[in-house]
């Protein structure tokens, strides 16, 4: 079975400041990917980034960047210049390659961003 | 068509009565997810389809609930006897499967937002 932990329940920055959002999982799994979602208000579920763990590099589109560390079981999500509309619930989630492929959420971090 | 849509967007129903919750994935996705999200709660699995696979249930709380697949394209969540702790959003998801379709991660509906009163 697969658990994951978001320890920060909320997180307030400054708009243009730099946020980093933790996430720490436990999967029996050896070959897996890692995401994360973002949920505004609007209550859509958004694919922010994504991790190959078979990959050592950091995955970054944007101004979203992840730091990976396999061994820890960490992927902890990095929002530069952060802006009103990242505002939202941030979830991370793993998901294996075999079985059901279902992924599995943590109970995510509220973000807000102010002007 | 273009995304995952889910009907009704919002429901309110009286405690006891039968809920139907529509899901209809993108074309050609043949995994379908049914999550739920309590009020600022994460996502909790409730029940997974994949062709013509017989559908994990793992996740369903009770034998109120109960969900099916109809030609491996629209799915129907219904909820029996409804509770007021059945009051939550409840979210639709699709993806392709196996191989390097897992890693596109699943496309979300907007949810249907179920109330019991």
């Known amino acids: 079975a697969q658990t994951v932990t978001q320890s920060q329940p909320e997180m307030s920055v400054q708009e243009a400041e730099t946020v980093t959002l933790s996430c720490t999982y436990d999967t029996s799994e050896s070959n897996y990917y890692l995401f994360w979602y973002k949920q505004p208000p609007s209550r859509q579920m958004i694919l922010v980034i994504r991790?190959?763990?078979?990959?050592?590099q950091n995955a970054t589109e944007n101004r979203f960047s992840v730091n990976f560390q396999k061994a820890a079981k960490s992927f902890s999500l990095k929002i530069s210049d952060s802006q009103l509309g990242d505002t939202a619930m941030y979830f991370c989630a793993p998901r294996p390659i075999q079985g059901a492929q279902k992924l599995v959420f943590g109970q995510g971090t509220r973000l807000t961003i102010n002007p | 068509g273009a995304g995952v849509s889910q009907s009704p967007s919002n429901k309110v129903t009286e405690k006891g009565k039968d809920v139907e919750l529509r899901c209809d994935p993108i074309?050609?996705?043949?995994?379908l997810y049914w999550y739920r999200q309590s009020l600022g709660q994460g996502l909790e699995f409730l029940i997974y389809?994949?062709?013509?696979?017989?559908?994990?249930k793992s996740g369903l709380p009770s034998d109120r609930f109960s969900a099916e697949r109809t030609g491996g394209s629209v799915s129907t969540l219904t909820i029996q006897r409804t509770q007021q702790e059945d009051s939550a959003v409840y979210l639709c998801?699709?993806?392709?499967?196996?191989?390097?379709?897992?890693?596109?991660?699943?496309?979300f509906g907007s949810g249907t937002r179920l109330t019991v009163v």
């Open positions: 991790q190959e763990a078979y990959k050592q």
């Open positions: 074309s050609g996705h043949t995994a």
């Open positions: 389809f994949q062709g013509n696979s017989a559908p994990d």
């Open positions: 998801a699709s993806s392709l499967a196996g191989g390097t379709w897992i890693g596109y991660g699943y496309t």
